[in-house]
């Protein structure tokens, strides 16, 4: 069986000035129906672009190369057509901001309802009656009335369950969700991501979970991949890249996270911060803050060792091992 | 919501709370009463000569008084408002029809060669003062009423189409519409389902302003003889008509200049109320 959806060498780049600037740099990636995949990185690890190269939204002064399948179709170079049938029917995204992700002068309802007159052809009263059974999954409770409901009505939590509903309207086979509960209270993020992970798994739908919150993907992921600078640094189960860090970069991640044990005393942080994209070197992009880096980290682009359970991008895995 | 682009109008905000939006919607209300009422009924048959009566104060009989060809001026104003409003509908109708339709289009080609070429012809047609386009269009066409609205229609294009680029560029930036395109809506449909009626409120608004703009003009177009033609009452003419008899009779050029007047004040206060209504930032910041 084919993968659902698979990158090879997948490359982004904004073709400014003379030399193009590459945001995501050869990701390869493979997803298997049903399969639920994380991607973590910091702001400018190139996360966001990938779910917008997944959907065929990125920016038009940027352009994407390499090999993207979508059920074994090749999506680049991206066809609008081809693209705008896939989009919302079998490839599905909820975004960060849900106080600005709905349409401010239409009802919810409606906004839900959209999605399958458009890609299904359903009726207006069949979809607002789908529409209402959706809302009532995500746990909107009165689900009928709320239809009626302009989004300024409801609460942030609420609306990232409309369009969490929205999302799933057309039974999409992917479901991307970029940052999907990083602008909500930290209760509210707990009862979402649950919501999510349920309506995953009882509708055998594929995950991308991009999150800078290693908290969130290891709720909701069984792999995940750790960006930085556009470039993959480590890729494994969740559970080994958390218990069992290889990578000198996602080792300063889980350092850096807040433990239980510890009380008071300084937080550990990773030294230096991402350079911008125009001045990457052409090596691994994690080789100006690694204390392992040498001259071959900044130049080449580091080989991929299996080490454990995890696939490790780095020049000094025996240093690391 | 930045610079204009309007939010949902929200329930428990009267717009009866707004005293330009009910003050210029009363004025403009009896303007298009007295208009409606011109076309079943009037004090006289508007364009009824009477020499023997002519260059009348007011009077019971007279209302208004009567013109140099003992016309009744208060028959004349009500059937000029008619033709003022036509002209403004229709005008203010062809800016909006092509200029929301350019602009739309503009902005969803935004930074294309198509979105230049189009803001460039609006730029172009922009550069001539409204009453100059006007003259230059009705002395190519020739005059008469209908001239006079493809003109200051054309005049209109420009206007609607440069704000409606600028507020659809503002919703295609809203996370909303990048949505909608993950959704799988088409570059059509985005426009119409979420870009227009984004920037409704803010055409509507441009409308009233516009329509006040329309009258002006036509009356001006009028006034120089390019407009309507005689023995069609209208505004402007009847201003043009009086400046002879400005010693014998100051009253005939006060009610049409008056009747010109109130009609911008009252759209122009129409559109500052519904702004008003449209934007609450602007209603909170001035009250």
């Not at chain 1, 609008?80 to 919302?88: I, S």
């Not at chain 2, 204009?4 to 009896?30: L, N, Q, Y």
């Not at chain 2, 809203?174 to 409120?201: C, E, S, Y």
């Not at chain 2, 911008?264 to 008003?276: A, E, T």
């Amino acid at each position: 069986m084919s993968a659902l959806l698979s990158t090879a060498n997948l490359t982004i780049a904004l073709e400014s000035g003379e030399a193009p600037v590459s945001i995501v740099r050869g990701l390869n990636l493979t997803l298997n129906a049903g399969e639920t995949l994380g991607i973590v990185g910091e702001s400018g690890s190139g996360k966001s672009m990938t779910a917008l190269a997944l959907m065929g939204l990125i920016p038009s002064a940027m352009r994407a190369s390499g090999s993207l399948r979508f059920e074994g179709q090749e999506l680049l170079p991206y066809d609008e057509a081809r693209m705008t049938r896939l989009r919302g029917a079998r490839i599905a995204m909820i975004f960060q901001e849900p106080m600005t992700a709905l349409n401010p002068v239409h009802r919810i309802g409606r906004q839900i309802a959209e999605g399958l007159m458009l890609h299904e052809g359903t009726g207006e009263a069949a979809a607002l009656a789908e529409a209402a059974r959706l809302l009532d999954r995500v746990g909107i409770s009165q689900a009928a009335e709320r239809l009626g409901a302009y989004p300024h009505e409801l609460s942030g939590g609420q609306r990232q369950r409309v369009m969490i509903a929205m999302a799933l309207a057309c039974r999409p086979e992917l479901l991307i969700a970029d940052e999907p509960t990083s602008a909500l209270d930290v209760t509210v993020q707990a009862q979402l991501l649950e919501l999510i992970r349920d309506v995953v798994a009882e509708r055998t739908m594929a995950l991308i979970i991009i999150s800078h919150d290693l908290g969130v993907v290891a709720e909701l992921a069984e792999r995940t991949i750790v960006l930085y600078g556009g470039a993959v640094m480590e890729e494994g189960p969740t559970r080994a890249l958390f218990t069992a860090p290889h990578h000198p970069y996602t080792r300063g991640l889980i350092a850096a996270l807040p433990g239980r044990g510890r009380r008071r005393g300084r937080l550990t942080a990773i030294a230096g911060s991402v350079p911008p994209p125009h001045l990457m070197a052409a090596g691994c992009p994690f080789h100006g803050r690694c204390k392992y880096s040498g001259e071959d980290c900044r130049v080449m682009m580091p080989p991929v060792t299996q080490l454990g359970q995890s696939l490790v991008h780095c020049h000094r895995e025996e240093a690391i091992h | 919501m930045a610079g204009g682009v309007a939010a949902a109008p929200r329930a428990g905000r009267s717009p009866w709370r707004h005293p330009s939006f009910v003050i210029g919607g009363a004025i403009v209300g009896c303007i298009v009463v007295v208009a409606l009422v011109s076309l079943v009924w009037t004090p006289w048959p508007a364009t009824k000569m009477n020499i023997p009566h002519k260059l009348l104060g007011p009077s019971a009989e007279h209302w208004l008084g009567t013109d140099h060809f003992g016309r009744d001026v208060a028959s004349m104003l009500m059937v000029g408002a008619r033709n003022s409003l036509a002209v403004g509908f229709v005008a203010v109708g062809i800016g909006m029809l092509f200029g929301v339709t350019l602009g739309t289009l503009s902005a969803a080609k935004s930074g294309t060669w198509l979105d230049e070429a189009i803001m460039r012809s609006a730029d172009f047609t922009f550069a001539f003062p409204a009453v100059l386009s006007a003259v230059m269009i009705t002395a190519l066409l020739g005059p008469g009423v209908v001239n006079a609205i493809i003109a200051i229609g054309i005049y209109n294009i420009p206007v609607f189409a440069r704000l409606t680029r600028s507020g659809a560029l503002q919703v295609w930036a809203k996370d909303f519409t990048l949505a909608a395109r993950a959704a799988g809506k088409t570059t059509v449909q985005i426009t119409l389902r979420h870009v227009i009626p984004n920037i409704g409120g803010l055409i509507i608004v441009q409308g009233t302003v516009q329509f006040a703009t329309a009258i002006l003009a036509e009356a001006g177009l009028s006034y120089l003889g390019l407009g309507t033609q005689p023995p069609n009452p209208s505004w402007g003419r009847m201003l043009f008509e009086a400046q002879t008899y400005m010693q014998r009779q100051p009253l005939l050029a006060v009610f049409p200049g008056l009747s010109i007047a109130l009609a911008v004040l009252g759209c122009n206060l129409l559109g500052d109320g519904l702004r008003d209504i449209f934007d609450p930032r602007v209603a909170r910041s001035r009250a």
